[in-house]
């Protein structure tokens, strides 16, 4: 049996009592399932507003963030820390998302101390990877996808990769309404494993769940589901409309 993740990236939307409303409304058509790990990753300023809701009535829904930062306190203007996340009940923290990377020019190097200050923290990283729409033209997704992986996750131990999901997103797939195929997202997702068994071991590559990523929608997640390499998704646009994600998990909790 797999064991789905499901996360839901908000973005830079909703206010915090938007957040609130978007939340009941998903919980009345959610399924009231644990066989599913769901996460919700509003923003920042939503977390508080959005654990209250979660703690008391859907302790099997997680609270996930968007991003953090690699030291844990100091002047550092702006920025929020993994004590910080985790202190608000967060579990899963999207690093390394290609919006960070492309808009914000966070390097594998940034990626690598933010996934070692989670750890640290007990929170768990949900490693983004992927190529431009370039880099596929030009046959160099598995070296990006590879780049990316061994600089993102270096010197972690087989402990460490155990609490580590990573999420196949290719770039030109994200918010543009062009899913990759299921035989695309496959391909990539075992050129994955292939790396993390070299790297660290089979045992381990077998263990991390891939999520895809990418134009995820009600319509689609049941064909990236079906296939054995994908153990997840990572739902950016569909997750603010409250029936779609419900349905995205429903459909997961059937899949399982
Ligand atoms: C994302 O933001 O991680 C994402 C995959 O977005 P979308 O589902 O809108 O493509």
Redo the contacts with the bound molecule.
């Keep these: 049996m797999r064991h789905f993740l499901i996360?839901g990236?908000w973005?830079m939307n909703k206010t915090a009592s938007e957040a609130v409303t978007l939340v009941e409304q998903f919980l009345a058509r959610a399924p009231k399932t644990s066989r599913v790990d769901t996460v919700l990753a509003p923003p920042f300023t939503a977390l508080a507003a959005v654990a209250a809701i979660l703690a008391p009535r859907a302790p099997h829904l997680s609270l996930g963030a968007q991003d953090v930062f690699w030291e844990d306190r100091g002047a550092y203007t702006g920025e929020i820390s993994a004590p910080m996340l985790a202190d608000l009940g967060c579990r899963y923290v999207?690093v390394g998302?290609?919006?960070r990377r492309h808009l914000f020019g966070e390097s594998d190097e940034a990626v690598a101390k933010k996934v070692q200050a989670l750890l640290r923290h007990g929170l768990q990283p949900i490693l983004?990877v992927g190529e431009t729409r370039q880099e596929r033209q030009r046959k160099e997704t598995e070296r990006v996808v590879t780049r990316q992986i061994l600089n993102g996750l270096a010197g972690l131990s087989a402990d460490q990769m155990a609490r580590l999901t990573i999420?196949y997103?290719p770039v030109w797939?994200?918010?543009?309404?062009e899913?990759a195929t299921p035989e695309q997202a496959a391909t990539v997702h075992r050129q994955i494993r292939s790396v993390l068994a070299g790297e660290w071991s089979p045992a381990c590559a077998a263990a991390v769940r891939i999520l895809y990523?990418?134009?995820?929608?009600a319509t689609n997640v049941g064909e990236f589901l079906a296939s054995p390499e994908v153990n997840g998704?990572?739902?950016?646009?569909?997750?603010l409309d409250p029936a779609a994600f419900a349905t995205i998990v429903s459909i997961a909790d059937a899949t399982t």
Excluded at 233 to 239: I, K, P, R, S, Y
């Design positions: 996360a990236n973005k999207l998302h290609s919006e983004c999420a997103e797939a994200i918010g543009t309404g899913a990523g990418g134009s995820v929608t998704a990572l739902v950016g646009g569909a997750c």
